[in-house]
């Protein structure tokens, strides 16, 4: 009877982690929000997530091909892809290798958006009454304050021209001059209203995308605009079942009006025109043969 006990009592590790190891790692966090550590690893759930193999297998060639073109040692990147009629996530990628680097950059990587938080401030203008018709003054540099100056990525300067055009152009002192009209404020509402959840001072700088953001809320906000201005939560899961296959869990759709449909739409001709009217992005949008609208905006 000395016969030491063989336990098996399972692990409460991140080792099985599956065929998309970030994906796994989110939702065992997701779970964890409502259910006790040994359910999620023990209780026997049957869980049934958004995720799409082929998108996925997409968006992890998308993110390889496009790192191993730049060629730049230790640099990183993320991409979020959600289906703005459901809010579902179809494809997530998190970073390169999760051997290396259990971070999940598209959840809890901290970046700064840059000009891709653009998209917010023309929200909040054109729901402010502002007609992206109206002519700015996008010359560089611009003294704003006595120890604020702001300049156009590689100092160009623009012109008078429209807050379309400099949208296109991605004028950061037009855009500047926009937050100061309509305050920072509006601003950091529209992006609430539209799915970012971080604490986004009102400041008018916070138009320059200086606050960081995780790439998950930046796709769920930009799939409102997609929605026609219809909020959607990003949902990671759509049903749950216990170890005897009872459901415990069913998402069920629930979107909010967060922008009126007629701003949403506005706002969205505006950021096509970037796609379509912006050299670059253009270029590589024709290279696709993508035969669909498109709209989106660049941020550095």
Request: hydrophobic share 35%; charged share 20%; proline share 5%.
């Given at each position: 009877?000395?016969?030491?006990l063989?336990?098996?009592?399972g ?10 190891p ?8 997701v779970?964890?929000?409502d259910?006790?550590s040994?359910?999620v690893m023990?209780?026997g ?8 193999p ?7 060639k998308a ?18 892809a959600v289906?703005?009629s ?6 997530m ?11 999940n950059l ?5 970046r700064?958006p ?15 009454g502002m007609?992206?018709d ?20 590689g100092?160009?300067s623009y012109?008078t021209?429209t ?6 152009l991605?004028?950061?002192?037009g855009y ?5 009209a309509i ?29 960081p953001?995780?790439?998950?809320q930046m796709?769920?906000?930009y ?6 201005g ?9 049903r749950?079942?216990?170890?005897n296959?009872n459901?415990v869990?069913?998402?069920?759709d629930?979107?909010t009006?967060?922008?009126?449909p ?7 001709k ?8 912006s050299?670059?992005?253009a270029?590589v ?7 669909q609208?498109?709209a ?5």
């Amino acid at each position: 009877y000395n016969t030491p006990l063989e336990l098996n009592p399972g692990s409460n590790t991140m080792s099985n982690t599956g065929v998309y190891p970030y994906w796994t790692q989110y939702i065992k966090e997701v779970l964890s929000e409502d259910f006790s550590s040994d359910t999620v690893m023990k209780g026997g759930l049957k869980v049934y997530t958004t995720i799409d193999p082929d998108a996925q297998q997409e968006a992890q060639k998308a993110v390889s091909d496009r790192l191993e073109a730049i060629g730049q040692e230790g640099l990183e990147s993320a991409l979020v892809a959600v289906d703005p009629s459901t809010g579902y996530i179809k494809a997530m990628v998190g970073g390169s290798d999760f051997s290396k680097n259990q971070v999940n950059l598209a959840t809890q990587g901290m970046r700064q958006p840059g000009s891709s938080f653009k998209a917010f401030t023309l929200v909040a203008a054109i729901r402010d009454g502002m007609d992206p018709d109206v002519y700015l003054n996008c010359n560089s540099p611009l003294k704003v304050s006595s120890n604020w100056t702001v300049k156009n990525y590689g100092g160009v300067s623009y012109g008078t021209i429209t807050l379309r055009k400099a949208t296109e152009l991605s004028s950061n002192t037009g855009y500047v001059q926009v937050a100061q009209a309509i305050g920072g404020q509006k601003i950091a509402q529209a992006a609430k209203d539209m799915g970012v959840t971080e604490d986004l001072p009102a400041y008018d700088s916070i138009t320059l995308g200086t606050i960081p953001v995780p790439v998950v809320q930046m796709a769920e906000a930009y799939a409102t605009l997609a929605a026609n201005g219809q909020h959607r939560d990003a949902v990671a899961i759509t049903r749950i079942e216990d170890r005897n296959g009872n459901k415990v869990y069913e998402h069920k759709d629930s979107p909010t009006t967060a922008v009126d449909p007629s701003v949403a739409y506005a706002a969205t001709k505006v950021l096509q025109g970037v796609i379509s009217n912006s050299g670059a992005t253009a270029s590589v949008i024709k290279n696709y043969g993508i035969n669909q609208p498109i709209a989106g905006k660049t941020g550095t």
